[in-house]
């Protein structure tokens, strides 16, 4: 299987850098590092996740409180978001939905 980004979720990527690198020094590359590990992990474990609006399985990262939104389409990942679960389960939705 491919794992393909989309743009959508890279953004989220970038802010969830901003965030964390505003924190601390060094905590944002920490950040990316272990969401992309997440993310990565999904070669092996895709398909087995939770089902979120009956359209997306939804991993839930390992360091952060953040959950990896994707589908699987003809042996590719497609990653839609990558979002903060900390927001209100309305902002995820809409976000998804978007």
């Known amino acids: 299987m491919k794992i393909k980004i989309l743009s959508s979720a890279s953004q ?5 850098y901003r965030f964390y690198e505003q924190q601390a020094d060094g905590v944002g590359s920490y950040f990316l590092d272990s969401l992309y590990s997440d993310i990565d992990s999904l070669i092996i474990t895709a398909g087995v996740h939770q089902k979120y609006l009956k359209k997306y399985y939804r991993l839930l990262s390992k ?34 939905k978007n």
């Open 12 to 16: 989220d990527l970038v802010d969830g």
């Open 63 to 96: 360091r952060f409180p953040f959950a990896v939104y994707y589908k699987i389409n003809n042996n590719v990942i497609y990653v839609y978001a990558v979002l903060d679960c900390r927001k209100k389960p309305a902002w995820i939705r809409k976000k998804l």
